[in-house]
């Protein structure tokens, strides 16, 4: 008998999952069936990989039970980075000195993110008829996906791109978004907006598809109140005719410290700021009263009351709100020309790249948890619609990174790349140290004073030569993070620990207009700061109404079951549910004002000792 080839455990993997797809009847045989639909998924995104380049699969979730969508049709789909590339970044962070880099240098212009010459479009869906078959359709799609990408790779050599989105199926869904929807809430984090507004996505709804745009500058918390204005004025004069609305879905939240897990809650109160208020107005400019909108009107007074009567919900708002949960029945063939406000009902379409707050802007709009929030990106794997009131329906859409030309480090402090799946996650920690003081803020000490002067605290760390690597071993030794093996600092995992920092908004890297350094006394002097600190919540005194804990929140509360979440470890890692009590940072050089200074009200100093 012949000797049995070795045999690889990825291999033995493979053979195995190819093995229940066959049990479960997956065979990609006749397209009008569930499981057909699934293998498509597959099969097309895998097409569109090997013709193009190499695809890292990003957020791979256990396979779906029969019958069930499956979750990893729509996960992120990244360009490959060369084991050269990771090794080179690694060696950079271990011996490049970080520079702290004045507030200048954190100033970026949509040019400089999206540069018109460089030619950076997105996949559009080719035209198509209802004579095609639904099989030359999504031939169709794929040829044309494939000739957008090539033409993208043509106009800009290898490697200077930053990651988007190679998921053909994720862009179908927006492409079906955009279709369905009369209006689009395109949605932004304010600390980075420019990263997350593609001028072409913008021009091609306004013009193409002549539908309106309306821009949400997302997270306001996290951003001091005179950027925020300063960034809405920027967006506005780039864009004129856009609708800009500032929101935040955690007004009156705050971390009272750094390391804080739950934020400390304070009743969403919407009756005094703008919030779901600005977007029914926004819509309301755009229908111009081609759509009853009362009942929205309505159901925000409704639940402001609700909420001044502490917190007791009503209960027919339960009632307005229908859940439509889509299948794939709903992804086919729909005239784009659609007519608007059909049946007189406005249909929102919610935008935008990934962990921006989408899910948690229309858990806002219904004023309770009806979609699955996650620190995680790309946790919202397909569309789904549901009904504000009779006559408003809203439309969530997977995240979607489009083409760029940014620092991949400062893409994933933005926060679109699961952290926990980082190859290299040192040289992001270097782009945050040279921008926030995050030594400082953190308390760290330096790596080489640990052995030479254990008697001495902190006292000296700041004034010495730090490089990524350092702040990772002294953040690593401070929060006692060990490998299980070896029982040496765990840099990998400190790493990642300082990089949810960031993004949750705990260590404060906010990009900056052009020109706000000159402009800064007039921004911090604009007559709309009252309204910007109103929507953020922080007019009322810390002890009011505080206390309450948003224990739901990183648990990720969800309205699906628990075995169809997320398992990312992004969202529970660290145990860091202590409360420290480390300062929260204060931007460097800046000048001491009511909104630099201890911005989010998180900063204890008698608890930074
Ligand atoms: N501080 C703050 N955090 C927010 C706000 N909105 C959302 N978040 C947080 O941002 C993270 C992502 O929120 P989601 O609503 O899931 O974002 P999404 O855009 O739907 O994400 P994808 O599913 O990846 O597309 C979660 O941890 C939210 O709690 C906000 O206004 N302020």
């Keep these: ?20 797809e066959r049990k479960r009847g997956d065979t990609g045989s006749g397209p009008s069936s569930r499981n057909a639909s699934l293998e498509r998924g597959e099969r097309q995104s895998d097409t569109s990989d090997s013709e193009t380049t190499d695809v890292r699969k990003i957020n791979q979730q256990p396979f779906a039970r029969e019958g069930r969508y499956d979750p990893n049709r729509f996960r ?42 460089k030619g950076l479009g997105f996949p559009r869906r080719p035209p198509w008829s209802y004579e095609m078959t639904r099989e030359n359709l999504l031939k169709r799609e794929e040829k044309s996906y494939r000739e957008h990408l090539d033409d993208l790779h043509s106009r800009n050599p290898e490697g200077s791109l930053s990651h988007f989105e190679h998921n053909l199926e994720t862009w179908r869904q927006l492409w079906r978004v955009l279709e369905m929807s009369d209006v689009i809430l395109l949605i932004v984090d304010i600390r980075h ?13 306004t013009g193409e598809l002549g539908k309106q745009v309306v821009l949400v500058l997302n ?9 925020v204005i300063a ?17 935040t879905s955690h007004p009156g939240e705050a971390y009272s410290t750094v390391l804080q897990k739950k934020r ?25 009263g081609k759509v009853d909108l009362s009942s929205w009107e309505q159901k925000i007074r409704r639940d402001a009351g609700a909420e001044q009567m502490d917190g007791e919900r009503l209960d027919d708002g339960l009632e307005t709100v229908l859940v439509e949960h889509q299948t794939d029945i709903a992804m086919e063939m729909n005239s784009p020309s659609q007519e608007l406000y059909k049946d007189g009902v406005l249909t929102i379409g919610c935008i935008g790249f990934p962990n921006v707050g989408k899910s948690s802007v229309i858990n806002s709009l219904v004023a309770r948890k009806v979609v699955s929030v996650s620190r995680t990106p790309g946790h919202t794997k397909y569309f789904q619609t549901y009904y504000l009131t009779p006559t408003v329906k809203l439309c969530d859409c997977p995240g979607l990174v489009f083409p760029s030309i940014v620092d991949k480090q400062l893409q994933i402090l933005a926060g679109i790349y699961p952290v926990s799946q980082l190859q290299e996650p040192y040289s992001s920690v270097g782009y945050l140290c040279e921008r926030t003081p995050t030594y400082s803020v953190l308390k760290l000490k330096h790596p080489s004073l640990v052995d030479s002067k254990p008697h001495l605290g902190i006292q000296g760390s700041e004034d010495m030569n730090w490089t990524a690597w350092d702040v990772c071993e002294a953040w690593a030794e401070r929060r006692g993070y060990k490998t299980a093996k070896a029982a040496r600092l765990d840099v990998y995992r400190a790493a990642n620990s300082l990089l949810r920092l960031a993004i949750d908004g705990r260590l404060c890297l906010c990009l900056r207009p052009p020109g706000y350094s000159c402009l800064r006394e007039h921004w911090e002097n604009h007559p709309d700061l009252p309204e910007i600190i109103a929507l953020q919540g922080r007019t009322t005194t810390k002890e009011e109404g505080m206390g309450e804990r948003d224990d739901e929140e990183d648990g990720e509360s969800s309205t699906e079951p628990e075995d169809e979440r997320d398992r990312d470890a992004d969202d529970d890692e660290d145990g860091d549910d202590e409360d420290e009590g480390f300062a929260h940072p204060k931007p460097k050089e800046e000048k001491p004002s009511g909104f630099t200074v201890n911005m989010f009200n998180v900063l204890r100093e008698n608890e930074c000792e």
């Design 1 to 20: 008998m012949p000797r049995k080839k070795p045999f690889s455990t990825k291999q033995k993997k493979k053979q195995l999952q190819g093995k229940r």
């Design 76 to 117: 992120l789909h990244f360009e490959k980075e060369s084991k050269e590339e990771v090794e080179k970044r690694k060696k950079v962070a271990r011996e490049k000195v970080l520079k702290p880099l004045s507030g200048k240098e954190d100033e970026i212009s949509i040019d400089d993110v999206f540069p018109p010459e």
């Design 193 to 205: 907006p420019v990263l997350q507004f593609p001028p072409s996505l913008y021009n091609y709804i």
């Design 219 to 227: 997270k306001a918390d996290l951003c001091p109140p005179p950027l």
């Design 231 to 247: 960034w809405k004025h920027y967006m506005t004069s780039q864009f004129p005719h856009l609708q800009i609305v500032c929101f």
């Design 264 to 288: 400390m809650r304070k009743k969403a109160d919407w009756s005094h700021a703008g919030g779901p208020l600005d977007i029914l107005k926004a819509c309301q400019e755009i229908t111009a």
